[in-house]
């Protein structure tokens, strides 16, 4: 149980472009994802987080007209990156959780995103 | 804020050895510690987690324990196998931290033959 499909796992696309990755919960309903950004051998690092139906929170210094994130239902949640350039380019993972404080956050498998 | 520091940040075994990773946390109101483990390419994956009210846990060759006076915990794997191989990450949640984990910086654990 608890499965997170992340789709596409890897996009390569040219500076200027929009990107939108998908975040699903299979098994569960999702009231709470999160979206992280994780370079090569580094931590995951949290740039947002979102509630079913509201909008989303972003972490200090993520720009939110750069990565919209949209939570409009209980088991999907998608992240796009407004007009990449080569800089946005990084491995960006979802997870998602279910109602309850004691409930477990879920990973997705990761999207590597490359900006040429 | 809260702040997680992890040591090793590289760790290396032989098969069949154990292998520990400490993590300490700042805020003493962070109440979940969960530990996951990440393959290349991959997103982390759960595989242990304790709660402020327990000390230890355990799953098969798995064991976390929690020391909240000192605001340390740690990962115990015991008869390492190759496919542990992975980085692992140790995280903390404060209570009314809206959710949000905070990670460690990761250990790269090597098991060898």
């Known amino acids: 149980g608890a499965v997170v499909s992340q789709h596409p796992s890897r996009v390569i696309c040219k500076s200027g472009t929009s990107v939108k990755i998908e975040c699903r919960s299979l098994d569960f309903q999702a009231t709470t994802m999160f979206w992280y950004r994780q370079f090569p051998k580094q931590s995951l690092m949290l740039m947002a987080t979102?509630?079913?139906?509201?909008?989303?929170?972003?972490e200090q210094g993520v720009e939110k007209d750069k990565f919209l994130i949209n939570h409009a239902s209980l088991t999907l949640s998608t992240l796009t990156v407004t007009s990449a350039h080569p800089e946005d380019s990084s491995f960006y993972i979802c997870?998602?959780?279910?109602?309850?404080?004691?409930?477990?956050?879920?990973f997705g498998d990761g999207t590597r995103l490359s900006i040429l | 804020g809260e702040n997680v520091e992890q040591h090793p940040s590289t760790l290396s075994v032989q098969e069949g050895d154990s292998a520990v990773i400490k993590c300490t946390y700042s805020d003493s109101a962070s109440n979940y510690f969960p530990w996951y483990k990440q393959e290349l390419g991959k997103g982390p994956q759960l595989i242990i987690d304790i709660r402020s009210n327990v000390g230890e846990k355990k799953d098969q060759r798995i064991a976390v324990t929690l020391n909240k006076t000192a605001k340390h915990f740690s990962l115990h794997i015991t008869e390492t196998q190759p496919e542990d191989s992975a980085v692992y990450f140790c995280?903390?949640?404060?209570?009314?931290?809206?959710?949000?984990?905070?990670f460690g910086t990761g250990t790269q654990l090597k098991v060898e033959l």
């Open positions: 979102s509630n079913e139906g509201s909008k989303a929170t972003y």
């Open positions: 997870s998602a959780k279910t109602q309850g404080v004691d409930q477990p956050q879920h």
């Open positions: 995280a903390a949640r404060p209570t009314g931290g809206g959710n949000k984990l905070t």
